[in-house]
């Protein structure tokens, strides 16, 4: 019978260690991270100057970190854009991820361009873009940022 996966079956089993390695690290499996519960620490707003800001056709762009801290910190964060399209604005992950998570397939380290896919496959399941929204509106005045 297999146990569904838990951050406490599979974060706080003792056949895992989730602590920092020597280089900084936080090695972690892929069943692992589908289970962390990231926090938002903070999001902001790329400079834009003020005729782009109250355009239509403006892009937006920014960045975004998120912590999951249980034995140690874990971080994981990515630049974004949002851009108008038929009245709404619509937000996507610009580039690669930036973390201190480095994911194990069988015990050993995956190659870094298997680690930043499998960390985009990651964020496009956290629901990000409302938090992400919330905090840009909340931490800039006049922000465009709106999600329906």
């Not at 056949?15 to 972690?28: E, N």
């Not at 790329?46 to 970190?65: K, L, P, V, W």
């Not at 038929?86 to 680690?115: A, H, T, W, Y």
């Amino acid at each position: 019978m297999k146990t569904q996966a838990s951050v406490q079956n599979v974060i706080e089993s003792h056949r895992y260690q989730v602590v920092p390695c020597s280089d900084g690290l936080v090695r972690l499996s892929i069943e692992q991270l589908n289970v962390l519960a990231f926090s938002h620490i903070i999001s902001g707003l790329d400079s834009i100057s003020s005729e782009e800001f109250n355009s239509e056709q403006a892009i937006f762009s920014g960045y975004t970190e998120w912590l999951f801290e249980n034995v140690c910190a874990i971080t994981l964060g990515w630049d974004w854009h949002w851009q108008w399209h038929n009245g709404r604005m619509q937000c996507r992950v610009k580039g690669l991820p930036r973390s201190n998570i480095q994911l194990q397939e069988e015990g050993f380290d995956v190659s870094p361009r298997r680690n930043d896919e499998l960390l985009l496959e990651a964020i496009e399941v956290m629901a990000w873009q409302a938090t992400t929204a919330e905090a840009i509106k909340n931490r800039y005045r006049e922000s465009p940022m709106v999600m329906n």
